[in-house]
């Protein structure tokens, strides 16, 4: 996966905890959380984390009983989710050109029609964008508060974030060039709304 140029945050431990028996069942993946959080810190409202936290461990809102593996996982595995809050957040603020989403890389196939022409991995962003879409979604009357500029900027996000736009998606059948494309202009897109809504 990729990750930010200097996390505090131990991003493979991280990931390991969420996949695994030591958090709740229905947790947000890394990727998710990290669209999710980027979300919460770049939108106009800026939930404070232990407000949005029931949404992390439980997306689906499933109303399920929250377990960890035991009390040491939890400690960790929140810890570890506020640390990489805090580093987001000081990205954004201090070095926002060093900002990239967390993302799951797969392995082109040349038989599968969806390669690369260079056979370079493809970016898997349904996850991060269904988390960012989740957190722009928690803040009040966010998408009437976007400027006309910013809100075709989201229209990708959207189209991978969101179950509408999954099935026009499967319409526009995008080359894996467009994808990638989309996938690199990730970052802009979560730097332009936290300069509009956070920027001095």
């Known amino acids: 996966m990729t990750h930010p140029t200097a996390p505090a945050a131990d991003l493979d431990r991280l990931a390991e905890l969420l996949g695994s028996d030591a958090s709740p069942e229905h947790v947000m993946d890394i990727s998710t959380l990290d669209g999710f959080i980027a979300a919460c810190l770049a939108g106009p409202d800026r939930p404070p984390l232990s407000e949005v936290l029931p949404w992390i461990l439980d997306p689906e809102r499933t109303e399920q009983e929250v377990s960890f593996g035991s009390e040491a996982d939890a400690q960790e595995l929140l810890a570890l989710i506020a640390q990489h809050w805090g580093d987001t957040a000081e990205t954004l603020a ?95 897109v979560v730097v332009a709304l936290y300069e509009h809504f956070q920027g001095d």
Request: some cysteine; proline content about 5%; glycine content about 10%.
């Open 94 to 188: 201090a070095n926002p050109a060093d900002y990239e989403p967390v993302l799951y890389l797969e392995g082109s196939d040349e038989a599968d029609g969806d390669a690369l022409e260079n056979g370079e991995e493809i970016s898997i962003i349904d996850d991060w964008c269904f988390g960012f879409v989740l957190g722009l979604q928690l803040q009040a009357e966010v998408f009437e508060r976007l400027p006309d500029e910013l809100k075709d900027m989201l229209g990708p996000v959207f189209l991978y974030g969101s179950e509408e736009g999954r099935l026009e998606l499967e319409r526009l059948q995008l080359t894996a060039e467009q994808h990638e494309s989309i996938a690199h202009a990730l970052p802009g």
